[in-house]
C-alpha cells in the first residue's frame, strides 16, 4: 500500500490493547536511572476496532471537543538525543504552540520522554520505547496532585483556576512508519471505562489511568506524521464542560511496510493555566 494511498484512506482497522478488570492492583512502575526496564502488572486483551484517519477529519476536530488536534509545527531542533537542545530550543517552541492551541496565560513545561522503537537506540541512548497498551497520563487525583509537586509555592492560588495538562508529540528523525499513536475521542468514553493504576517511579508514586474496552470509543490517528508536525493533546483539563482527558496508545499498524524504520518520538508535558 503505498503512502499515498495510506494518506487518502478513511481508516484503517487495528488491534487496540485494553485492560481487564480482574481486582488485581495496577501497577506501573520506572526502574532507576540508568535501568530502562519497566514492571507492569495487570491483565490486557485486544480488540478490533477502527481507526480513523485524523488527516481527513482536519479542522473539525478540536482540543476542546475531540481533546487532541495536528497542526503543523516545524522544530530548530537539530537533534533531539541531546538534552541540552531539548530544554533551550525545543521547550521555549512548545510553550509557545500550548499558548496559541489552548489560549492559556502561563504555560509551565514539567516533563518530556524521548521515545524509540529500536533495542540499539533505547539502550545507547536510555530512551523508553512506545507504550502499547491504552491509558491517559493522569487522573482525577494525579493531575492536581502534579501541580503542587512541581509548584508547591503557587500551587493553590493556581489550583483555585482552570488549568490543564498538556502533551506535544512528535516525530524527531524520520515519519512514523511503525507504532503510531493514536487517541480516542473524548466524546466517546465514560469514566467508567477507565481503571486507576499506580505509576511508580524512583523519587515518587503517581497516578494514571488505563482504559478497559468500550465498543464506543472511536479512535484517530494521523498516518505518516512528520518531523514538521506536532499533535497536541489534553491529559487533564480541571473544567468538566469539555474534553478533560485523551487516552491513547502505539498500535501496530497493519500498513507499515515490511522496512519499516522505528518510531523515534517526543513528548512534552506541559502545565497550562488559565486567567479564568
Known sequence: MSDTAILDADSIEANIVYAVDTGEKLINQTMPAGDMSRVVTGKYESHRMTIRNGRKAGADLDLDRNGFVLTDHPTSVADFYDP??????????????????TGASRVVIFDHTVRSGDDATRKEKLVREPVRAAHNDYTEVSGPRRVREILPDEAEALLSKRFAIVQVWRAIRNPIEADPLTMCDARTYEMDDFLTAERRYPDRVGETYRMQFNPAHEWYYFP??????????????????????????????????????????IEVRTFAFFDD
Open 224 to 265: 505518516r506524521m512528520r518531523r514538521d508536525e506536532a499533535l497536541v493533546f489534553k491529559v487533564y483539563d480541571s473544567e468538566t464542560d469539555r474534553a478533560r482527558f485523551t487516552p491513547h496508545t502505539s498500535f501496530e499498524d497493519p500498513t507499515s511496510p515490511p522496512n519499516a524504520g522505528p518510531r523515534e518520538s
Open 84 to 101: 541540552d537542545q531539548i530544554t533551550s530550543v525545543y521547550y521555549p517552541e512548545v510553550e509557545q504552540l500550548v499558548a496559541e492551541k
